[in-house]
């Protein structure tokens, strides 16, 4: 399993409509990506607004380029996401899972 991770900042006025976004617009196109197994997204709250740290599961490098293509370190950041956001990460990074202990209905 790979973990993608990336991350972003939001005034506090626009983050819970970045989250919606997240919710009724990306969720919904990972999931239609073979190899998608999942997400997680945690803020909080900062002096400057408040951070976002996006987390999505993949099955292999493959099944990330499906997503990511060309360049699968390459943020994929629609531009209604982009406007909700003060700054994001333009370059996402990869992790191999190690250890996890979190139930599968995470």
Not at 57 to 67: K, V
Request: net charge neutral; charged share 20%; proline share 7%.
């Amino acid at each position: 399993m790979i973990a993608r991770l990336w991350s972003a900042r939001a005034t506090a006025a626009l983050a819970p409509s970045y989250l919606d976004h997240f919710r009724r617009n990306v969720q919904p196109e990972l999931r239609k990506v073979a190899g998608f197994s999942g997400a997680t997204v945690l803020t909080r709250s900062a002096p400057t607004g408040v951070e976002i740290l996006v987390t999505t599961f993949w099955q292999s490098l493959p099944s990330i380029d499906a997503f990511a293509a060309p360049d699968r370190e390459a943020a994929v950041v629609a531009p209604e996401a982009a406007a909700l956001l003060t700054d994001y990460d333009r370059r996402v990074r990869h992790y191999d899972l190690a250890i996890s202990d979190l139930p599968n209905n995470l």
